[in-house]
Each structure stands twice: as C-alpha cells, then as structure tokens.
C-alpha cells in the first residue's frame, strides 16, 4: 500500500514540478520574525574554516556567530532522511506562526490517520501513535514531527495546509529555489523516500531559516515531547542533553544526520554555532549512526571554537546569528566544493 501511496505522490510531484518557478512564493512571509543579533563579531569571519575538522566520511557544512558559512568540499546531492522535516517545519510556521502563547491550528484524526500510522509502523518507519477522533494543535504536530520525527505527522501536516502531499511537495520545491538550494530535491515530506536529496550546505540554509522563528529553536531543544495518546516520546538527538538543539535523520541510505545549533563563549563573546553533518556512521542502527552524527558535530565545533565552552541550551529567543535581518547563508561554499 505505501509504495502504490509513494507511486501516486511521485507522478504528481513530477507534474506539478513543471510549473514555472514563478509559483515559488506560494506562502505567506506574515508572522516571519526576524533572528536576533549577537553583539559578538568575529574579526575576520571566515579565519575559522581553515581550522574546521571536517568528518573524514559525508559531509557537513558550519557557520560560527556572524562568520561566512564554510563548507566541507564533497557537497553531493545524497539521501537526508528526516532532516527534510525542517524544511516541512518551515513551511508550516511560516505560513502558520506561533506565538508564546498560541498553539495554532488543530487538526482531528481520523481512521485513515490511524491506519496509516500502522502501516509505517509495520515498515519500521518512524511515526507517532494517533486515533480518530484525537485532536492535535500546531504546536504538537510540529513537537512529533521534530522530535520523535513522526513521519505520519508530515504527511498530516502537508495534506491538510496545502490540499495534498503533492501540492505541499511542490511548495518544498518552489521553496528550496528561493532560497538558493539548487542541489537540493524534495519527493515527500518527511524523507522516507530516498529521492529526498540535498548537500549538507542547502540544509545549512533551510535550518538558519527555520531557526528565525522562536517556536522552531524552542521545540528543537526539548529532550522529549508528551501528546495525548503516543504518550512521552524521546528526541532522538544523542546531544540534546549537552546544549546541541537541533534535528536529526537516520536510515541505511542517508546515514547519521544531525542539523544542529549551541551556544558557545569564546572569552567574554557568546556566539551560535549552528552546523550540518550528514552521512555519518555505517550500517541502519539508528542508535550508532546518530552517535556517529553527534561525534562529527561536536568536533566540528571544538575545532573551530577550541577555546570555547559549550554551556547548556540558551533560550528560545537565541538562534543563529544575522546581520541586519538578512540569513547570510547565500555565501558560495569555498573553492573545491561541487
């Protein structure tokens, strides 16, 4: 059932993908709040990425306080698994923005949810236990897609704010255009199909955006998330506990994924590390290709911050750094990058 599901989604992403571009702004940029501005400036922003440890396998792409993005210099489009979450994520708060204390729309399931959800579960994806009848808001549809990476509530999410997976697909697609992710490929919401492909520098981008809103740095930091009927559910992070907010990705083809951001003081500056590292870690236990992800991030920092100390999560009102409101993420990767 899901592949004959799969089938009719990815002739319709087919068709809808030869509209003109023009389509691209399909949502609305209402409620996109602008990122706050660290005081703290690098000198000389891009001294850091010659000292960068780059992971020996995949690659990854880092960007420290208001410094020039860098790149590691084998960017290929390659399965990403669940961080295709973030830009579904992105999407949905941009055209839906939370507030402190709003917790947006709400859907109700229904028995097609339900049965759906069974049929991942039988296929070993990852997905959040629901039943009809159960009513979910925004906020918790986005909490189990981020964190315990529900890829039932992706597809809930895509059909019901544009129609259908198709036309939300399209939106990805459109979106990624926009904002200058030219090797980067969307096919479903939330990255199961391994058509799904981009570089670690593309997700770079969409992650510094998705960052811009409070509510998407909020969710990201949680270790866990309790909804009505799934229960409390774990975030599969192996870093959240030490001051690595972010979102992860994991399957045989995609390997440890990990989209991530910390807050790190070198002498009295305080700046946001924010990273990508994709392809990490060998063989499908999701257990030891994160680990893999985890280890690869955290050496990205300490080599490009080796003074720095990694203090516990800031709040959610800390995000990666911009300069006059503008993401600094359209920066060419440097020379030897493809």
């Not at 599901?5 to 940029?29: E, F, I, N, T, W």
Request: contains cysteine; glycine residues 10%; hydrophobic residues 40%.
């Amino acid at each position: 059932m899901y592949r004959a599901r799969r089938r009719r989604l990815l002739l319709g992403v087919g068709l809808v993908l030869l509209l003109p571009y023009a389509a691209g702004q399909l949502l609305s940029d209402a409620g996109h709040a602008p990122m706050p501005t660290t005081h703290a400036r690098i000198e000389h922003p891009g001294a850091y990425a010659s000292a960068v440890m780059w992971p020996q396998q995949g690659q990854a792409a880092f960007v420290l306080g208001n410094g020039r993005p860098a790149a590691s210099p084998n960017q290929q489009p390659v399965p990403i698994a669940s961080l295709a979450k973030v830009m579904t994520a992105y999407l949905i708060l941009k055209r839906y923005p939370l507030s402190d204390t709003d917790d947006g729309f709400t859907i109700t399931m229904t028995d097609v949810d339900a049965q759906d959800e069974a049929e991942d579960r039988a296929e070993n994806q990852s997905g959040v236990a629901v039943a009809a009848g159960e009513q979910l808001t925004e906020r918790q549809l986005l909490e189990g897609l981020l964190i315990p990476s529900g890829n039932n509530l992706a597809r809930i999410l895509a059909a019901r704010t544009a129609g259908s997976e198709t036309s939300f697909v399209a939106e990805m697609n459109a979106e990624a255009r926009a904002l200058g992710m030219d090797r980067t490929t969307y096919t479903d919401p939330s990255g199961w199909d391994e058509g799904t492909v981009s570089t670690a520098a593309d997700q770079l981008r969409v992650f510094q955006e998705a960052m811009r809103f409070p509510s998407f740095r909020q969710i990201v930091s949680m270790p866990s998330v309790t909804l009505p009927v799934a229960g409390t559910l774990s975030n599969f992070n192996p870093l959240v506990a030490d001051g690595y907010a972010g979102k992860t990705g994991s399957d045989s083809a995609a390997g440890g994924c990990l989209a991530f951001f910390t807050e790190v003081t070198i002498g009295e500056r305080q700046l946001t590390a924010v990273g990508v590292v994709m392809g990490q870690g060998q063989g499908s236990d999701t257990r030891e290709i994160l680990a893999a992800a985890g280890e690869a991030a955290q050496r990205l920092v300490d080599s490009a911050a080796p003074t720095a100390d990694v203090p516990t999560i800031a709040s959610p009102a800390v995000g990666a750094s911009h300069q006059d409101g503008q993401s600094q993420l359209l920066v060419p990767v440097p020379p030897g990058s493809n």
